[in-house]
């Protein structure tokens, strides 16, 4: 398995993955009326997912890969059910309300991480770190007041929960190191396609939607996967609450995408968005200044 000799190789790893996770919104937003098939979507971007980790993971490791799953443990068992739960409500929140809200319920991550980090793990965040995740909570202030008015109440649990659920897997990464990471995230993959099997066939749906639709869910499922594998990697040297705080990118990134009119949305940000962005970006550049320019890991005390 494939494992960082340089801790601060972790960083950029981290930051990659958020950026990649930021077209999910985009990718959403091209769907032909998402709220219609979000089983569908779940049971095509499950099983991407799944079938792309465990490739990934037969390159790796050899036809011996599938004896991860006998390791897998109530580490990987919680961390593959939370990522799961954060999977499925997230297209339930992005369909009942704005990206942008969405968004900025993930953006509750870090501190969902800090405190089930400290309760759990016993996690000292250190002083610095603290500085940088009050300066993201400020940008994400600024960003609510432009959007919550036009929240819905239930896209906005779906995405408190999807934060939840994402914070549960980041924690369960350090939970407990011989924990297999790749196949936690391939059995949330699966746990998605297999609960909305089960939906679908009992609501008498079509398992697939159109083609345009599918491609779009494979190319989600495609992201997804890419984005997981370099999460999981960085994880292993970045405590949990850090680690949420630099994936934030996928904040940032994903109101960008939406704006940027070459690609085709054009969703002009407000204002507020713009000033809460900055300050998000601007907290994740703060992080990484201070973890590059001091030898020592600053995560735990």
């Known amino acids: 398995m494939f494992e960082l ?114 309760l759990f793990l016993k996690e000292k965040i250190s002083v610095n770190v603290w500085l940088a995740i009050l300066v993201a909570t400020a940008g994400i202030i600024v960003m609510a007041f432009e959007s919550s008015g036009k929240s819905s109440f239930v896209g906005f649990i779906f995405g408190i929960v999807s934060a939840i659920g994402f914070s549960i897997f980041s924690v369960s990464l350090r939970w407990k190191k011989e924990t ?30 159109s083609s345009k639709n599918e491609s779009l869910f494979a190319l989600h499922g495609t992201l997804v996967s890419i984005g997981l594998i370099l999460y999981s990697i960085g994880s292993k040297n970045i405590p949990a609450a850090e680690l949420t705080l630099l994936s934030l990118t996928e904040i940032v990134g994903g109101i960008f995408w939406v704006w940027l009119p070459i690609l085709g949305i054009n969703e002009i940000p ?11 970006l601007m907290s994740l550049i703060y992080y990484s200044l201070i973890i590059q320019s001091n030898r020592r890991f600053i995560g735990l005390n």
Request: net charge positive.
């Open 5 to 118: 000799k340089n801790p601060r190789v972790a960083i950029p790893i981290v930051l990659i993955a958020g950026v990649l996770w930021s077209f999910g919104p985009y990718v959403v937003k091209h769907i032909d009326q998402p709220e219609l098939v979000p089983w569908q979507y779940l049971f095509t971007r499950g099983i991407v997912i799944f079938l792309l980790l465990n490739l990934f993971l037969f390159l790796e490791e050899g036809k011996v890969f599938y004896k991860n799953y006998f390791k897998l443990g109530l580490s990987g068992i919680a961390g593959g059910t939370g990522l799961a739960i954060a999977m499925i409500t997230f297209i339930w929140s992005i369909t009942n309300t704005t990206a942008a809200i969405t968004l900025l319920c993930l953006a509750a991550m870090p501190f969902i991480t800090a405190l089930l980090g400290f």
């Open 180 to 209: 297999p990471k790749f196949t936690t995230v391939a059995i949330a993959g699966l746990i998605c396609f297999l609960f909305s099997f089960i939906i679908i066939y009992m609501n008498g749906s079509n398992f697939l939607s």
């Open 270 to 280: 407000s204002t507020n968005t713009i000033i809460g962005g900055f300050l998000i």
